[in-house]
Nanobody, 122 residues
Framework: VQLQASGGGSVQAGGSLRLSCTGS????????IGWFRQAPGKEREFVAR????????VYGDSVKGRFIISRDNAKNTVYLQMNSLLPEDTAVYFC????????????????WGRGTLVTVSS
């Protein structure tokens, strides 16, 4: 399954953007989906994830209370609604498939695409 992130752009602090992550096949709907971001010169950061059913949302500490993750399986799409944006939210945002690693009891992430750039100005 290939993923395409879109919806990035430039916005002023306090504004909102909605990112979309669309899967290339219906099998996208079988996977939990995660969002990560990477700002210039910084490490990749977990943003949010959601189960295949749309439940089980988890958020990174820096976005809790401001971002909302959701999905519409009829459209093979996961959304990231970003509100009250801050300059420190500036980054390239990636969506990924979350794949359970039953052997290690953890998860791994796959199908990293190009991401979509979000720029928040003060």
């Amino acid at each position: 399954v290939q993923l395409q992130a879109s919806g990035g752009g430039s916005v002023q602090a306090g504004g909102s953007l909605r990112l979309s992550c669309t899967g290339s096949t219906r099998s996208f709907n079988n996977y939990a989906i995660g969002w990560f971001r990477q700002a210039p010169g910084k490490e990749r950061e977990f943003v949010a994830r959601v189960n295949w059913s749309g439940g089980g949302a988890v958020y990174g500490d820096s976005v809790k209370g401001r971002f909302i993750i959701s999905r519409d399986n009829a459209k093979n799409t996961v959304y990231l609604q970003m509100n009250s944006l801050l300059p420190e939210d500036t980054a390239v945002y990636f969506c990924v498939l979350e794949i359970p690693d039953y052997e290690l009891g953890s998860v791994k992430y796959d199908s990293w695409g190009r991401g979509t750039l979000v720029t928040v100005s003060s």
